[in-house]
């Protein structure tokens, strides 16, 4: 069973022997989302024996809510001494020259409950100051004071050698046993002392919340009586136990976003030569991210909590390798309102479940894309979610009449321009995603999931140039049945500075063999014997202020100089077109990446019988206005069945549109493959 919670829906998917037999789609119980997990796994196996289930895996936003919000632990912070403040000083970069009233993230740790102890190490790894016994008694002292509930410890240099931050943590333990303390050269051994200060305090804010919500979860689940393990998806897109979620909580930041990847790029791999974009659209926001021989590429760093959703800069850097995928505030629940210019406006805030929007009839007042949705004729209001849900159609026209006469619009007008806002802005956004990475777009094919996703995918894809759509079968619970095709894994990263030509390549094979054992060790903690190992470096040419993490397989060659330097310049050649000349590359950081078998589920819906057409109904298109559509019930189609655009194809998770001009297919895998006109 997989569960994932988003901030509208959570999302169930049971499969029996690889293959998906239930599935649901429930409101997410945002005061408590353990109590809307086990509500969703008790109804998902009403008539079946909880017993039965081997493995429970789940994806959370708790983490990330934690950080946004500030509800985490009371959190002290021990550090060399005279860099307390790293925290505030940050990059000493402004990430809006213009802004006269800029602010900046607030630290998770204020400065009262910051400490310096005297010791030093050198960027060689060697001791230059012993750490001093006096001084750290003092600081120890201090915490017990203070009553922190979890302390983070991030000495400089640390990532060469961490023989002092592991005796301050075993002093730690000592004297202030029940508090939880996080050391930075396990949390993130990597150079950057800002970005790895921030990663190792979140990682301290929001253990204690996580443990505690694991381990009741797991309780609860018990009580139902299910006895397999549970595992939570980490933002790479791997699986691990409760017991290392825990104690690196902030690994999980991405780990519902990293499923819907995953989901997408499994559900795309028909051709697995073939580039995706995964294309995720929920309740609450969009998100696109690239997918290459079925592998989604990979970041070694990215924000939380910004104090600009949306602004790069703004936020809480956390130095951890996540999914590389971009977000925007467009969800099916994103408020649509009137912007500056006198046009619609939609997000980044959303009604989220609570109150939802206006067509849900839960007390929210204000339009949203799903509104405009139902309004334009994508959505039916007596089968949403299956016909579980009505949704009001009245409702959703006199919000968005009223929003339209701020501007001149009809109620109809008005919910066009929500539309094609919301389907430009996301266009835009995975344009530029594309462009940075130095990938053209158009050679991508789009993979739509999530609840509001193929209902946008048409708009998004013709915006892009992109000539091809895949639509897989129960593409509202994508990001759950992602988390089913995940394998066991981990990942390690250990910085060792070194111009290319004069890397300690014994030093760094011993590196790279104590993360395999470290990795092999956490594999066999979770029943896992097989193995496969992936080795990256992060290397740049030297003076420069950023890196590219560079695969280089298996294992490093016997004189590995010489392939390291090849696959460099040829990956920044083709990103930046040309190469500086009479400088060195720089290794900064070595990577590996140890995972087990990767599952092979099959979520194909039962092909029917036909004929699939149910009906035809009026709803609106950028292309040729209001007309008709035909309407058609996914559940009744069979393979090789052809839909020609306009028309509307309905299924319980979600809706897809295809525009006029778009031709479908539907595969024996149950994937319906549309041509963009």
Same mark, same amino acid.
């Given at each position: ?56 895996? *789940? ?97 400089? *240099? ?60 797991? *309780?609860?689940?018990?009580? /139902? ?12 897109? &791997? ?16 780990? &519902? ?99 939802? =929007? ?74 530029? *995603? ?13 993979? @739509?999931?999530?609840?509001?996703? =193929? ?26 049945? &992602?988390?089913?095709?995940?394998? /066991? ?41 097989? @193995? ?146």
């Amino acid at each position: 069973m997989a569960v994932d919670i988003g901030g509208t829906f959570t999302d169930l998917v049971l499969t029996e022997r690889g293959r998906v037999v239930a599935t649901d789609k429930i409101l997410t119980t945002t005061d408590d989302p353990a109590r809307g997990v086990v509500a969703g796994v008790e109804g998902l196996l009403a008539d079946l024996d909880a017993g039965s289930v081997a493995d429970v895996v *789940h994806g959370t936003t708790l983490v990330s809510n934690s950080l946004i919000e500030r509800k985490g632990a009371v959190t002290g912070l021990i550090t060399t001494e005279g860099f307390r403040d790293v925290l505030e000083s940050g990059r000493e970069q402004r990430y809006d020259l213009y802004d006269l009233f800029l602010e900046m993230p607030a630290p998770l740790v204020p400065r009262q409950r910051r400490w310096g102890v005297k010791e030093r190490v050198l960027a060689s790894g060697l001791v230059d100051q012993p750490l001093e016994r006096d001084s750290l008694a003092d600081v120890v002292a201090a915490a017990q004071q203070a009553e922190v509930d979890a302390i983070a410890v991030c000495l400089l *240099h640390s990532y060469r050698n961490p023989e002092h931050e592991l005796a301050i943590r075993e002093l730690l333990e000592k004297r202030l046993p029940g508090v939880a303390v996080t050391i930075s050269s396990e949390v993130s051994p990597e150079i950057g002392e800002y970005q790895r200060v921030s990663t190792t305090v979140a990682n301290a804010f929001v253990l204690p919340v996580v443990s505690q919500y694991l381990g009741s979860l797991e *309780h609860s689940l018990e009580e /139902i009586g299910i006895r397999g393990p549970l595992r939570i998806m980490l933002s790479t897109g &791997g699986l691990v136990a409760t017991e290392t979620a825990q104690r690196f909580p902030v690994r999980l930041l991405e780990s &519902g976003p990293a499923a819907g990847v995953l989901g997408a790029a499994f559900l795309g791999a028909a051709n697995a030569d073939r580039p995706v974009m995964a294309f995720d659209m929920g309740g609450t926001t969009a998100k696109a991210a690239l997918v290459e021989s079925g592998n989604p590429l990979i970041a070694n760093e990215f924000e939380a909590a910004r104090v600009y959703r949306f602004t790069k800069g703004s936020g809480l850097p956390i130095r951890l390798p996540v999914i590389d995928m971009i977000e925007i505030g467009a969800g099916g629940g994103s408020i649509a309102r009137v912007g500056p210019f006198g046009l619609p406006k939609v997000g980044p805030d959303s009604a989220g479940s609570d109150p939802g =929007p206006v067509c849900y009839g839960l007390g929210g007042s204000h339009p949203t894309v799903t509104d405009a949705d139902l309004v334009l004729g994508y959505l039916d209001a007596r089968y949403f979610l299956g016909g579980e849900m009505d949704l009001d159609i009245e409702a959703a026209r006199i919000a968005l009449g009223e929003l339209g006469e701020q501007m001149g619009f009809s109620p109809e007008e008005t919910a066009g321009a929500v539309h094609r806002v919301v389907n430009e802005n996301m266009a835009s956004a995975a344009r530029m *995603h594309a462009i940075e990475r130095g990938r053209d777009i158009r050679e991508y094919t789009l993979v @739509a999931t999530g609840g509001a996703g =193929p209902v946008h995918a048409w708009g998004v894809a013709k915006a892009l140039g992109i000539p091809r759509i895949v639509f897989p079968p129960r593409a509202g619970v994508a990001s759950a049945f &992602g988390m089913l095709t995940a394998p /066991i894994s981990f990942e390690f990263a250990r910085s060792l500075p070194a111009i290319l030509s004069e890397v300690e390549w014994a030093e760094v094979r011993e590196a790279l063999d104590g993360m395999l054992a470290d990795g092999r060790r956490l594999l066999d903690e979770s029943g896992v014997g097989e @193995a496969e190992v992936e080795i990256s470096a992060d290397i740049r040419f030297q003076g420069q202020g950023e890196a590219l993490r560079i695969e280089l397989g298996r294992r490093l060659a016997e004189n590995p100089a010489a392939p390291v330097a090849e696959s460099f310049t040829k990956r920044y050649r083709t990103l930046y077109g040309s190469m500086p000349t009479n400088v060195e590359p720089e290794v900064l950081t070595w990577r590996l990446r140890i995972s087990g078998p990767r599952p092979h589920p099959d979520i194909a819906a039962r092909l029917g019988g036909g004929p699939g057409v149910k009906r035809h109904r009026m709803a609106w298109f950028a292309e040729s206005g209001y007309g008709e559509a035909t309407v058609y019930d996914r559940y009744q189609m069979s393979a090789s069945d052809e839909v020609r655009g306009p028309a509307v194809v309905e299924e319980r998770e979600s809706t897809i549109v295809i525009g006029p001009g778009g031709v479908g297919v539907v595969g024996e895998n149950g994937n319906l493959e549309v041509e963009v006109d």
